[in-house]
């Protein structure tokens, strides 16, 4: 009898690690359904988040690229709002990164560096910051082209309705950052502007009389950068 019980009990512990089995195997399958459920949600919706990005991300600094990309952006059906916001990076182009004024500056500065009393070495410091100056002035005014095919296309979205509130924000965000690195840019220029003035003001009539071509030079370029920058300001202003 005593054996009978003793079998009784080691069938029920041997059914009980059974059904532990089971329900641990069970659950690695439930587990795997979801695994597998989830992986396909996600595959569905990782393209709808990649068709909410910009059709052209990798142009950030051309105006003619980004004017391109808008106009081919419309050729293609694209509704005028998404289209306003093309060719950039999560929203906001890398527009300082774009210029290369302050890079050029501070290696000019380097050159100088142990030359600052002689003259004939400011005039050509002053000669390769006029290069530079010009050579911002064709950035900003590539910036402007960018940013005016925006602003039209935008106005455009805007008079039929298109343009979601998103689509704006973003837009603002884009035109807010092309500004503001503008005019960082001008800053700069009026810096080399002010330093290449109080440096004149040290040196004898002879030696200023040298330095006026270059000084009246930047001058030049100076107004040229204020002008540009203006109209970036102002394309903001129309949206």
């Known amino acids: 009898m005593a054996n ?15 059904a532990l ?26 393209p709808t988040e990649r068709a909410l990005q910009p059709t052209v991300s990798a142009v950030e600094c051309g105006g003619d690229s980004v004017s391109a990309a808008i106009a081919a952006c419309r050729a293609q059906g ?52 006029n290069r530079d100056t010009e050579r911002l002035n064709s950035e900003i005014s590539g910036k402007i082209a960018e ?23 973003q837009l603002h965000a884009i035109l807010d950052h092309e500004v503001s690195a503008a005019q960082h840019q001008l800053e700069m220029v009026s810096r080399e502007m002010q330093a290449a003035q109080q440096y004149r003001s040290r040196q004898p009539s002879e030696a200023a009389a040298r330095l006026d071509a270059e000084i ?3 001058q030049e370029l100076l107004t040229q950068a204020q002008r540009d920058t203006g109209a970036l300001a102002l394309q903001r202003q129309r949206i």
Do not use: P, W
């Not at 009978?4 to 041997?14: F, P």
């Not at 500065?109 to 004939?120: H, I, M, P």
């Not at 940013?147 to 924000?169: C, H, N, P, Y």
């Open 78 to 129: 694209g509704h005028t709002g998404h289209c306003a916001i093309v060719a950039t990076n999560a929203g906001v182009s890398g527009a300082t990164a774009c210029y290369t004024y302050a890079a050029q500056v501070k290696k000019r500065r380097e050159q100088l560096v142990g030359q600052e009393d002689q003259l004939d070495a400011h005039i050509r410091y002053l000669e390769d910051v």
């Open 147 to 169: 940013v005016t095919a925006r602003t039209d296309t935008a106005v455009d979205s805007l008079a039929k309705g298109e343009m979601t509130q998103r689509e704006l924000d």
């Open 21 to 46: 089995i089971m329900a641990g195997c069970s659950s690695e399958r439930v587990h795997e359904k979801l695994q597998r459920s989830s992986d396909r949600v996600q595959e569905k919706l990782e």
């Open 4 to 18: 009978m019980r003793m079998q009784s009990l080691h069938q029920s512990i041997l059914l009980g690690f059974a």
């Open 216 to 218: 009246a030079r930047l």
